[in-house]
């Protein structure tokens, strides 16, 4: 079993930066493969970015050149580092995690993950 809990989000002009944090326990095969998803109001959730047990990453062309995914192995913590924010990145942000490989560019219903937060409110104000 996996637990996972998000923090960080908030309110931010345009323009502004945020960081996301999750902490994560429980078995760590488990969460081999970790990354953030967002939903907007009204739209399907979609994938952010990704990181692989290797540390590669992954994300969405819509983050690309302005979201930063990382991880702290040492504090079991994925990061979400976004800046430039735009209006349209308001949304609800969850981590998820996975023993397999996660879908940075998946929009729902193909967004499979394992386990997932409670979500962290983004919101970005023009």
């Known amino acids: 079993q996996v637990h996972l809990v998000e923090s960080g989000g908030g309110s931010v002009q345009a323009g502004g930066s945020l960081r996301l944090s999750c902490a994560a326990s429980?078995?760590?095969?488990?969460?081999?493969?970790m990354g953030w998803f967002r939903q907007a109001p009204g739209k399907e959730r979609e994938g952010v970015a990704v990181i692989d047990s290797d540390g590669s990453t992954r994300r969405a062309d819509s983050v690309k050149g302005r979201f930063t995914i990382s991880q702290d192995n040492a504090k079991n913590t994925l990061y979400l580092q976004m800046d430039s924010l735009k209006p349209e990145d308001t949304a609800m942000y969850y981590c998820?995690?996975?023993?397999?490989?996660?879908?940075?560019?998946?929009?729902?219903?193909?967004?499979?993950?394992?386990?997932w937060g409670q979500g962290t409110q983004v919101t970005v104000s023009s």
């Open positions: 998820a995690a996975d023993s397999r490989p996660l879908n940075a560019y998946c929009s729902a219903p193909y967004c499979y993950a394992a386990y």
């Open positions: 429980g078995d760590t095969y488990s969460r081999k493969f």
